[in-house]
């Protein structure tokens, strides 16, 4: 310690704890400063972020009254499970008139082509009694002038001609009308025969129809169809949340959205597990508008006096569907998202468009099956040949 410290009355080690921490608190800052540079600059966070995923609506294909409702809110279903069953009273009567109907216009196509049939039989007849009509008003007209035949005779041969090739006409006339109505086709194929047998299918398709199937796996929720109500096709019944067609949706403020690129990874907790649950995402997607724009009644900022409010992004972001199946999720819960900005490389909004379904449901796909077989069945009991086809006919 000098003598001028000893002067002014300064004790031996009194500043030494302000030195130290002044040392401390420069290499706690030395350390805050580097981890911002290489880690938390790159790092963008939001809390108001939300569960969002499909909600699939379920409604009735045809009009009718609920008889069985099998399943309920919080129930699991599986993609063609039949969760709610109408009354098939209706649909069966229709199915049994479209039989009948298609049995009745395929016994009438039969008799049309049996019809051409005898109608060119007929006039190939007629055909052959005008040659021999002609052959005989020759030979009664070469021998009248001579006295061979009375000329009583030689008139009723030439009205006995006329009258044949009148016969002829008629029947051609009859004939082409005939032919017209088949001409082309074969039983199985005639326009009549094709339209009750979409009569039949549509009904058939009806009768199934009364078993409403789910058409995604997942959580019912919002029952709101009841036994005994009458539904309509645009009649929202209950609705199912697929546990698999889950996202988050994390709203950045405007001024944090321009390092985010697709394709950067994520990290994402949500309220409902804590640090129990720690989802790995990845950036799908940026919203084209901010959510003031979608909103119910957009803002109208040039009217009025203006404030200027930081907006909201939307920013979608995919999960790793195996850390969801081992934490499910729910619409609507909060999560908390941390983007890592570092990479760059990625674009701001996507550069190719799907060539390929996001989500499907293969539950109306086969509601034809059975249809086919049913008519085919049909036309075989009701006529002899299904593939009878008009016949060649001389006109």
Known sequence: MSEEDVKQGIKPGKGRPLIIAAVVIGVIAILVFFYWLIWLRYEDKTDDAYVHGSKVNVTSQIKGYVSSINTDETFLVKEGDVIIELDRTDATIALDHSKAVLANTVRNVTEMFEKVIQLNAQLQRAKTKVIKA?????????????????????????????????????????????????????????????????????????????????????IVAQRFVQVGQFVEPDENLMAIVPLDQMWVQANFREVDVSQIRIGQRVTVKSDMYGNEAIYSGIVSGIAGGTGAVFSLIPPQNATGNWIKIVQRVPVRIDLDQSEVERFPLRLGLSMYVDIDTKDQYGTRVPTEASSRPVFRTSVYRDQEDGAEALVAKIISENTVDPDLGAPPVQL
């Open 134 to 218: 002609q052959v005989d008003y020759d030979n009664r007209r070469a021998l009248v002038s001579e006295g061979g035949v009375s000329k009583e005779d030689f008139i009723h041969s030439e009205l006995n001609l006329d009258a044949a090739k009148y016969q002829v006409t008629n029947l051609r006339s009859q004939l082409i009308q005939a032919y017209t109505a088949i001409q082309g086709t074969t039983v199985s194929t005639h326009p009549l025969v094709v339209e009750a047998a979409n009569e039949l299918t549509h009904n058939f398709v009806n009768l199934v129809r009364c078993n409403i199937r789910a058409t995604q796996t997942g």
